[in-house]
């Protein structure tokens, strides 16, 4: 007996000399704030910024494609960017606000999402719904501040019903990453139309398309991360509809985005740099991407989503170079 008493109090000396575990350190910059406020910085996503680059892109390719057909100055141009990036991120916060409210029941039951702010219990449905009022009287202020006519009509129904009839589609349809491919891309048309103060339907309906496209193709992609829990709490999704198909679906759809890129600058009448390094540099990107994704592996298909926040990058650039080019003919 006094020799297992010796060893208990030898196992116990060591454990009281190990480290106590500790919670993880949470991500940049949640740490920079208290604790209090770090859920309602979790709610806005603002620790996942390549949200904040997805709803920002369209915006961006919208605006510059405009600026090449106006040949818009530079010191404008930088201004427009400057107000998509604050719009881009007034649109993603509120869009994660109420998608999380509508959602927290179906979040609780997903793995992926249960320590979610709602789900979790740290903030309350009252306290988010208070938040998002804020947050849309913010878009209104802003969008009243920078947008007129068309324009504003087009970003206040892109900040308002697309997005709060989102979360919807996942109880109602498969295809709720359909809704969000039209939710996400509506800075294009609202860059267009702020830009050269008209509408042009051709260009716009296959600049959409192909916008649409990629965004079916990254969230339906992201949506794999969860296929087992939501078939569990039963939220459709393109990737549970797709089944055995989803690759080979995916493709098809990738395609389509860059055949409609493609169309979009020939109608825009863009130059090579467009079709060098926008379309063949997104082309690169994509074909990269169906090589290294494995679709069953969840942090393959996250890392894949974060991809096509760099996905931008070539499309912008040539359509960058392209609108130099032209100002200075």
């Not at 793995?111 to 988010?128: C, D, E, H, N, Y």
């Not at 019903?161 to 359909?178: E, G, N, S, V």
């Not at 994704?293 to 760099?310: A, I, M, Q, Y």
Request: net charge positive; aromatic share 14%.
């Amino acid at each position: 007996m006094s020799k297992v008493k010796g060893e208990n109090t030898a196992l116990l000396k060591k454990a009281d000399l190990q480290p106590a575990e500790q919670e993880p350190r949470p991500k940049f910059p949640l740490y920079l704030f208290p604790a209090s406020v770090s859920p309602y910085l979790e709610l806005a996503r603002v620790e996942k910024p390549t949200g904040f680059i997805l709803m920002f892109w369209p915006f961006a390719w919208g605006l510059t494609m405009a600026a090449y057909r106006t040949r818009m100055p530079w010191n404008e141009y930088w201004w427009s960017i400057f107000n998509s990036a604050v719009a881009a991120v007034i649109l993603r916060i509120s869009a994660c606000t109420v998608n999380d409210i509508f959602d927290r029941e179906l979040d609780a039951g997903v793995a992926r999402t249960k320590q979610r702010p709602l789900p979790s219990g740290r903030i309350s449905v009252f306290a988010a719904s208070v938040y998002l009022l804020v947050q849309y009287a913010m878009g209104l202020a802003f969008f009243l501040a920078t947008l007129q006519g068309i324009a504003l009509y087009v970003a206040v129904f892109q900040l308002l019903p697309l997005f709060a009839i989102y979360p919807l589609m996942k109880r109602l349809t498969h295809w709720p990453q359909a809704w969000l491919g039209f939710a996400m891309n509506f800075g294009f048309i609202t860059a267009w139309i702020a830009t050269t103060g008209s509408i042009n339907g051709e260009l716009l309906g296959v600049a959409m398309g192909a916008c649409w496209c990629w965004t079916m193709l990254y969230d339906t992609i992201y949506a794999c991360q969860d296929i087992q829990d939501d078939i569990k709490m039963g939220a459709k999704s393109t990737a549970i509809l797709f089944g055995s198909w989803i690759r080979p679906l995916l493709v098809l759809i990738a395609s389509g985005f860059i055949i409609l890129l493609t169309i979009a600058g020939i109608v825009n009448e863009q130059g090579w740099p467009f079709f060098v390094i926008s379309v063949c540099g997104t082309t690169a990107h994509v074909v990269w991407q169906f090589l290294t994704v494995d679709l069953n592996t969840p942090e393959s298909c996250w890392r894949n989503f974060k991809r096509n926040g760099h996905l931008g990058w070539p499309l912008w650039a040539g359509l960058m170079l392209d609108h130099l080019l032209s100002a200075r003919r």
